[in-house]
């Protein structure tokens, strides 16, 4: 089992920042791809970014690609969203999730453990 824990949401302004953070616990964190995702009410749960276990190779969708970066720290089990010139659409709940045997990275089914979410509001 992992437990996974995100803090850093929160309300800004568009144009903004915010920097999330996801800790997590139980296993070997190096061992797992990591991923976030967000969610807003009545849409589907929607892939945002995410980082192979060594940390060298990113992927991200096309919505926040040059916005968003994804980084992780193995020494601290954390993986880190920042998150750069936010737009009202990026309004959601965003999750971290962490995988053993990843490889579409992009498909939240492939994903072990999730948080519990946090909510990121930005005001147009």
């Known amino acids: 089992q992992v437990q996974l824990v995100e803090f850093g949401g929160g309300l800004v302004q568009a144009g903004g920042s915010l920097r999330l953070s996801c800790a997590a616990s139980?296993?070997?964190?190096?061992?797992?791809?990591m991923g976030w995702f967000r969610q807003v009410p009545g849409k589907e749960c929607e892939f945002v970014a995410a980082i192979s276990k060594s940390g060298g190779s990113l992927y991200y969708a096309d919505s926040v690609l040059g916005r968003f970066t994804i980084s992780r720290d193995n020494a601290k089990n954390t993986v880190y969203l920042q998150m750069n010139s936010l737009k009202a659409e990026d309004t959601a709940v965003y999750y971290c999730?962490?995988?053993?045997?990843?490889?579409?990275?992009?498909?939240?089914?492939?994903?072990?453990?999730w948080g519990q979410g946090t909510q990121v509001t930005v005001s147009s």
């Open positions: 139980g296993r070997t964190f190096s061992i797992f791809v």
């Open positions: 999730a962490a995988g053993a045997g990843v490889i579409g990275m992009r498909s939240r089914d492939e994903y072990d453990f």
